[in-house]
């Protein structure tokens, strides 16, 4: 029995010595260093009878020159170690680093490119809804310097652009430059022309509660030159321009320096690019070229026949006959009224009423 425990425990040995031989064999200067240290401590703490002093001194100088030496060989090792490995990276990695990172800026720039390119190749963009419609107009409004209209008889742009970008500008103090294009209310086969195109695609009362007749087309595009006298009055900085059309069209173009949306009929749809694209930019020669070829009407007249805050029929009829786009004789004073409410009280097809001025009774 006793020679089969001493047999376990030699295995045991010779197998936790061949564990540690390798580790052993891969540092034995730090091995022997370390066991040379445990030594000298054991011999430091012995009696002097065991092991005189001066003996535990020798062997303590001596000792620790045979570890120094040990340590500064461990350090040559690794120091010879990591030459090859430095050297490599020396000139090899960082060597090419400066090329790699040209190749980055490379790609960078192409990434860049071709982000702009799918950007522009993207010309419109659908809305869906007239939630939508309405946040791509509120966008298109921010801070915008600059704005250009042409549709039929501009409700949504005295409803909700005109008064809210005049408003923008005065708060902060800025240029604003507007541009607006309707059909002639002076031109009745225009006038029926649209009101029938509107019929035609529903009969149904519109978002503002009315439904469309030749009357109302007359009205909602003579509301329009009133309004763009009204706000030039009362903004100094307001260049706004009305250009009378003698043909209508199926869309309506709103143009800011910042994107582009196209409305039709239906209220739940609409398209929009942004500025800088190929749809934007030749859709904004399309309106400045259309702009060229209507009727101006002489807006530069603004101070000539002033309006009050609330319009009397006399003022609203004097001013039109003064720019040569006099009312029809039929109109009574509950027809100027009407067009007064229109131009200063619209109704946002897409939401609600914005409140503001209305003509006063003579």
């Known amino acids: 029995m006793i020679v089969g425990r001493r047999g376990e425990a030699m295995a045991r040995f010779v197998a936790a010595v061949k564990r540690i031989a390798p580790w052993a064999a891969q540092n034995a200067d730090g091995a022997i260093a370390l066991l040379l240290a445990i030594v000298i401590g054991v011999l430091g703490v012995l009696p002097n009878e065991i092991v005189p002093t001066e003996v535990q001194t020798q062997l303590v100088n001596a000792a620790t020159l045979v570890i120094m030496a040990l340590v500064a060989t461990a350090l040559l090792r690794d120091r010879a170690r990591q030459a090859p490995v430095e050297e490599t990276i020396t000139s090899g990695a960082l060597a090419e680093l400066p090329v790699r990172l040209a190749r980055m800026e490379e790609i960078e720039t192409l990434v860049g490119s071709t982000r702009k390119a799918l950007d522009s190749l993207q010309l419109v963009r659908v809305l869906g809804s007239k939630q939508e419609i309405a946040q791509s107009h509120a966008e298109a409004r921010k801070d915008t310097p600059r704005w250009s209209f042409k549709g039929g008889t501009g409700t949504y742009l005295r409803a909700v652009t005109l008064p809210e970008c005049v408003a923008a500008a005065r708060r902060d103090k800025r240029h604003l430059t507007v541009r607006v294009e309707v059909i002639d209310p002076s031109n009745p086969e225009v006038c029926e022309t649209y009101a029938h195109y509107r019929r035609s695609l529903s009969d149904a009362p519109d978002g503002t509660g009315e439904t469309w007749t030749t009357d109302r087309a007359r009205k909602e595009s003579y509301a329009t030159i009133l309004a763009a006298f009204w706000h030039r009055q009362r903004y100094g900085l307001l260049d706004i321009a009305v250009g009378l059309s003698s043909t209508m069209t199926t869309f309506r173009w709103d143009l800011s320096a910042t994107r582009l949306i196209m409305t039709v009929e239906d209220p739940n749809k609409a398209m929009t690019a942004l500025a800088g694209t190929f749809y934007y930019e030749n859709c904004d020669t399309e309106l400045r070229l259309s702009f060229e070829q209507a009727r101006r009407v002489p807006l530069e007249m603004y101070k000539k026949v002033p309006l009050s805050d609330e319009p009397t029929i006399e003022e ?47």
Do not use: C, T
């Open 316 to 362: 609203v009829q004097e001013l039109f006959e003064r720019i040569g786009v006099p009312l029809p004789k039929s109109y009574n004073g509950r027809d100027v009224v009407d067009i007064a409410r229109k131009a200063l009280r619209a109704m946002d097809p897409y939401g609600e009423p914005l409140p503001a001025a209305h003509p006063r009774e003579p």
